[in-house]
């Protein structure tokens, strides 16, 4: 089984009986920036030319 990129970080941040290794702000960061890395990897997030998800939606009734 593949781990996302933010979930290996996660696994990593903890002890094994659960208290954390890294200050909460600092892991809050890092698992942003790894879910925005796995989304751009997958062509869901970045500049609207290079995604391959669904389209931006369009205004309606104007």
């Known amino acids: ?5 933010a979930e290996e970080p996660l696994l990593l ?3 094994p009986r659960g208290s954390p ?3 909460m702000e600092s892991l809050d960061y890092l698992l942003s920036a ?5 989304l751009a990897v997958r ?3 970045g500049p609207p030319e290079r995604r391959r998800g669904r389209p ?5 009734g104007r």
Do not use: C
């Open 13 to 15: 941040a903890y002890r």
């Open 21 to 23: 290794l890294v200050e």
């Open 34 to 38: 790894a879910v925005l890395a796995d």
């Open 43 to 45: 062509g869901r997030w």
């Open 1 to 5: 089984m593949d781990l996302l990129s």
């Open 56 to 60: 931006e939606p369009t205004g309606r």
